[in-house]
């Protein structure tokens, strides 16, 4: 190959010569370098050391010399004495460029190829130390890979634990990289001084949170190399910190226990966490943990008994083969069977003990928790002293205030207990505090003082009885600067406690003072439709009406709408039966109002019995024109059935023929099924009386009203069957014609929801 004119020889001497001529050119040695490119190292070496005896300060030339070099060696044993020439040059190299990072780090390679630990972490040192601090960052990126692929733990700790210093955020690498390599320990020590740190920011976005799991983890699966933190008590922090993960941080400290043969204190946390947790999710966590823990240690135990049992017999096998006398066994408990029936038994009571284990937990949530405390009553049901201390415990600790459910039932359910073994005197004084308790609902007061009086009757103490009720319905001053006085109050108007005292009255008093009562809850406004009826009721049965009537007119004032229907319906019925005959103006102008004020849709009944009053004390007219009424009054859904009536009884006082008109307003005011169905029995009715033009266009006007494909109400086959027996063929050819012309408007009309469903029903019953 020729180069501007020459060989390659010729131009590498030319370069020699003009280097030769000008030795502080660096360009001049730089073509020669290149001009010798492919000579034999030897003649390179000894180019690169010419050229760096005149420019030694030159950065390129040492880098190139220095990696020609480190090349030339990589296939070099490493006995080799260049080596050492090499390692000269490299000091050589820094000792005149100490700032330059590459050399620095071109140096520490070619050491860690050669496994000297010792000397490349030197190396790295002296970088560290010469140069400036913001060039830093390059050695400590290749230091750090060197020293976590090396062997020696000890040298890795120590270096990165530098870096740690002056990068922080390098802790969580750290972390997993010991973690990866087992040193559990020291990734625990690390991870604690992560926790710590608040102003600690994850490069990876793990949360603190993670952070702490991720440690307990460690400190829980190896217990054994946890050396400088303190297991138990790191978890036990995050018991307070991490309210979720109450359970699995309970059952995390047991397994770090397990894991260490400590059973017993690995049974104390169990227990502890049983005791202590307050959700029924962690609960169930440490529960279940705590069966399967034992479950466990049970098997082992029974495993072992076993071997020992299976020793037993190869060992009398042994002296029978032998001819040897069998070993004499002493008859003495065997420690591994009485571990076994120990550990089964704890496992037993365990499980006995889930139901109020759980309780306690429920109730640590939610004190006020009333259903929890009755279900824990239910509980220990069996035993007294504990059901006595559980009542004691229920009612100290529980806020009426914020109670969750009704309070009450857990005192009425104390006084109970004691009624149930015949100690009255306790009953009744549970009863008597139970009575001084301000509920959350007002209506827990008047249950508590009902409870009383109906044990004090079940005993037969009806006096104690009415002193109780009078207690609580006259006797009680009440403060109106007291917070709880409109709980007193309320108790004082209670329809259930007047309504419980009216019937006290009735069985065991007089009339004077049953009717005193009476009086006095309607005077207050505190009477229940029920309770009215039965003072109207009462008064009845003596013999007082006119003021039995008072009372009904009483109970017009003070009720409204619904409950009023039964007010009126029982009023109207006994004046009737009492005056109707006598005073029917009087009886006429109940009537009235009470269809002026009853909704539409109670007024049917009112109505009925209005025409009822008219047929029998009044006049047929007037019985005729109230059906009239009640038949525009009542709503449609009521209507059919009004019009039958109206029709039923004018046909059976006027005549048949006088219910032409009725049919015909029916027929106006009704629609679809229930149109046809009183027009079908408007056309029998003509049909009957022989007027067969008449009942012809009946069916002409219902016609449009069904469809001739479905005939769910059989119109078309009634009248097909009529002009069969009545008509001719003109009619019957114009029966046709408007069944056709029906049925080719239902084809074209999209049916309605209404239509479907008659279809549907029609297509089930043909099946």
């Known amino acids: 190959m020729e180069i501007e004119g020459g060989t390659r020889e010729e131009y590498a ?56 070099t480190v090349e030339a060696l990589r296939n070099e044993c490493l006995l080799s004495p260049r080596f050492a020439v090499a390692d000269t040059r490299f000091e050589q190299a820094l000792s005149y460029l100490p700032k330059m990072p590459r050399l620095w780090l071109l140096y520490a390679d070619f050491l860690a190829a050669r496994r000297l630990i010792t000397r490349t972490r030197t190396i790295y040192d002296r970088a560290l130390q010469t140069l400036p601090v ?53 990734a625990a020590r690390i991870l604690v001084q992560i926790l710590n740190d608040e102003g600690f920011a994850s490069p990876s976005g793990r949360s603190e949170y993670q952070q702490f799991m991720h440690l307990v983890q460690i400190i829980a699966e190896n217990p054994a190399q946890i050396r400088d933190v303190d297991g138990p008590a790191v978890i036990r922090q995050g018991l307070s910190r991490y309210t979720d993960e109450v359970g699995n941080l309970w059952v995390q400290l047991s397994g770090f226990y397990v894991r260490q043969g400590l059973f017993d204190e690995a049974r104390n946390a169990f227990e502890e966490a049983l005791e202590s947790v307050v959700t029924a999710r962690d609960f169930g966590l440490v529960f279940n943990a705590y069966v399967k823990f034992e479950e466990e240690m049970l098997n082992l135990l029974a495993e ?18 032998l001819g040897l ?17 120990q550990g089964l038994t704890r496992l037993e009571k365990l499980l006995e003990r889930r139901p109020l284990l759980l309780s306690d937990c429920l109730l640590r949530q939610n004190k006020d928790n009333v259903k929890e405390w009755l279900r824990r009553l239910t509980l220990v049901a069996s035993d007294t002293s504990t059901l006595l201390k559980t009542y004691g415990e229920a009612l100290t600790q529980v806020d009426p205030k914020k109670a969750d459910g009704d309070f009450s039932a857990i005192w009425l359910s104390f006084a109970d207990f004691y009624r149930r073994h015949d100690d009255l005197k306790n009953a009744n004084l549970i009863l008597h505090r139970a009575s001084g308790v301000i509920f959350r609902r007002n209506e827990e007061q008047v249950l508590v003082w009902q409870h009383w009086v109906e044990v004090l009757l079940q005993c037969g103490f009806v006096a104690d009885a009415f002193e109780v009720l009078k207690t609580a319905l006259f006797r009680r001053k009440v403060d109106q600067t007291d917070p709880n006085h409109a709980a007193v109050t309320y108790v004082a108007h209670s329809p259930k406690l007047w309504a419980l005292y009216a019937d006290l009255e009735r069985t065991f008093g007089t009339f004077e003072t049953t009717r005193a009562v009476y009086r006095r809850a309607v005077d207050l406004k505190v009477v229940t439709p029920y309770m009215l009826l039965n003072f109207a009721d009462f008064l009845a049965t003596a013999h007082y009406y006119e003021e039995a009537f008072k009372a009904y007119e009483s109970g017009l004032a003070l009720f409204t709408w619904p409950a009023l229907y039964d007010v009126w319906l029982v009023y109207l019925t006994k004046f009737v039966e009492r005056h109707g005959a006598e005073k029917p103006e009087r009886a006429r102008d109940l009537f009235e109002k009470v269809l002026a004020e009853c909704p539409a849709d109670r007024s049917a009944i009112f109505y009925s019995l209005y025409s009822r009053f008219e047929e029998t004390h009044g006049l047929l007219n007037h019985s005729v024109e109230v059906l009239d009424r009640m038949t525009s009054a009542v709503p449609y859904e009521e209507k059919l059935e009004a019009f039958n009536l109206y029709i039923a009884k004018v046909g059976t006082f006027l005549g048949i023929t006088k219910t032409r008109p009725i049919f015909e307003k029916a027929i106006g005011a009704l ?29 002409v006007h219902l016609s449009q009203f069904t469809d001739p494909s479905l005939d769910l109400y059989s119109l078309w086959r009634t009248w097909e069957e009529f002009e069969v027996h009545h008509g001719n063929e003109d009619t019957y050819r114009e029966f046709m014609r408007i069944r056709r012309s029906v049925q080719a408007k239902y084809a074209l009309a999209p049916p309605t929801l209404d239509q479907i469903k008659e279809r549907i029903q029609a297509e089930e019953a043909k099946k």
């Open 671 to 699: 629609k679809e099924k229930e149109v046809i169905m009183i027009g079908l029995r408007y056309s029998a009715l003509e049909r009957k009386l022989g007027e067969i033009d008449r009942a012809r266009g009946i069916y």
């Open 13 to 68: 001497a030319v370069s020699r010569e003009i280097a030769e001529a000008q030795p502080t050119s660096f360009r001049a040695w730089w073509i020669t370098l290149l001009a010798h490119r492919n000579a034999s190292i030897e003649v390179r070496v000894d180019l690169f050391e010419r050229a760096l005896n005149h420019l030694p300060w030159s950065y390129k030339l040492w880098y190139h010399f220095l990696v020609e």
């Open 325 to 341: 006398p069998p070993e004499k066994v002493e008859e003495t408990v065997d420690p591994r069977e009485k571990a076994v029936e």
């Open 134 to 186: 913001s060039q830093h960052e390059k050695v400590w990126t290749q230091y750090r890979q060197w020293v976590m692929s090396i062997d020696s733990m000890a040298t890795t700790r120590t270096v990165l634990r530098r870096y740690i210093k002056l990068n922080p955020e390098y802790k969580e690498e750290y972390a997993d990289f010991l973690i990866e390599k087992g040193d559990f320990n020291e």
């Open 304 to 321: 072992a008994d076993e071997e020992a049992t299976d020793d037993r017999a190869l060992l009398g096998q042994i002296n029978e083969v």
